[in-house]
């Protein structure tokens, strides 16, 4: 494992642009200690690579089943940086999307062929321990692993992505992830924008760094909120831009990035967002903006007009994407539906009540004062009980992960949750002032095989910011 470096110490360094045809980015203010994004400006330059759909094998009983290799390649950053990758399914960086419908049995079979020991992980997923793809189930060189489960779930952004103890930031980083989408039979599922590709788009947001050879420099930073890099990249894209039929497109945005935190907002149409981690919102909600924690999924809405523009932006990078309707394209079949699901606010009443301290230990992170230890069952949850969790932090941001459930969230400092945080989430923001109560119900497997929580910032995660716990069967 490589240590944290100091590089990030070189605070406010001012870069100078690289300003000539051909190159998309202008630095447009001096590089902060954390927070070192080169702003995104002049017209969006390319076309938005879209994961393509993997065809699952069908059997004769209906099991879905994707088969899908992690493996080494290169990927053409754009600007003369090509540089070795990591990727699912064949291609040069991230992976295939993966389609799953609520009710169906599933088997995911992952065979890796990079060099090292690498592990799967069905994030936001609720599968038996031994199917999750935690750090208990490796996947050693040019092995098979096959998780096989059936979908408990309803519609939802989930995605994949290694989780190796130790080298999830690095495999990540070098391009392995991908989305996993769940759909159901819902009314809003049937009327919301689902044209994969054309009205219903995925986003994977991640910054990233190169050396001096233009290949990508990883390095796990110890300090703060992790990596944060200055380039951004959608779907492996740069610099992006995506012709769109005119209305209603809905847009699936995943934060695959190690350390950075995005703030997005909507410019030329309103941002309605319906769907947070674990599936559709009680109602749309219309917001200024919008936090993106690393994890975190928010699919959101955007009406876009005929010939007209629309942009996705970020605070830190200023334009995510600029989507582009293109008459030839029509119009969106997609609509907008007033409600889109019904949550029932989990029963508190006789919940099992635990806190979660996260802080520095060590010379890395850790919870309640502990750091990961493989050997270590931290909590075992009674199966069928509601436990109520308290999450706080000493300083700096993370990012509260659960495996297995979706979860609610009680409070963030005291008050009910902004409505982007009111449906069911597995990701939750903790930053060093917040007190988030998080709810969650225990009721679909038991597993021996232990689940993780953990920050989602992988450079917390590899250092140490985890535990583990078990699902056992109640006492009767
Ligand atoms: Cu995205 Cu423990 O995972
Ligand atoms: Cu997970
Ligand atoms: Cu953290």
Known sequence: MRRPSARRLLAGVVVLAAIGAGVGYAVYRAVSFQDPAVRVSGPAENPLWVPSLATPAIADDGTVRYDIELAPSTHDFGDGRVSPTLAYGGGSLLGPTLRLGEGASAQLAVTNRTGEITTTHWHGADVPGDDDGGPH????????????????????????HPHRMGTTAEQVYAGAAGFLLIDDASVASEVLPREYGVNDIPLLLQDRDFDENGELAYE???????????????????????????????????NGSQGRVYDIAVDGAALTMVASDGGYLATPAVLDDLELA??????????????????????????????????????????????????????????????????????GWGINGRQMDMGRVDLDIAHGDTEVWTLTARNGIHAFHVHQVQFQVVTRNGAPPPPEESGWKDTVRVTGSDTVVIAARFDSFTSEVPYMFHCHLLDHEDLGMMGQFTVSAAAS
């Open 137 to 160: 189930s490796p996947i050693a060189p040019g092995e098979t692993w096959i998780a096989d489960f059936d979908v408990v779930q309803s519609a939802a952004t989930l995605w994949y």
């Open 220 to 254: 796990l930073v110890a300090a703060g909120r992790g990596d944060q890099d200055p380039y951004l990249f959608v779907n492996g894209t740069s610099n992006p831009y995506l012709d769109v039929p005119a209305g209603l497109i809905r847009l699936r945005l995943l």
């Open 294 to 363: 690393p994890g975190e999924r928010a699919e959101i809405v955007v009406d876009v007009p005929e010939d007209g523009v629309v942009s996705i932006t970020d605070d830190a990078f200023g334009r995510v994407i600029e989507l582009r309707a293109d008459p030839d394209l029509g119009r969106s079949a997609g609509s907008l539906p007033e409600r889109l699901a019904t949550i029932e606010p989990l029963d508190l009443d006789g919940a099992v009540e635990r806190s979660f301290h996260l802080e520095e230990v060590g010379d």
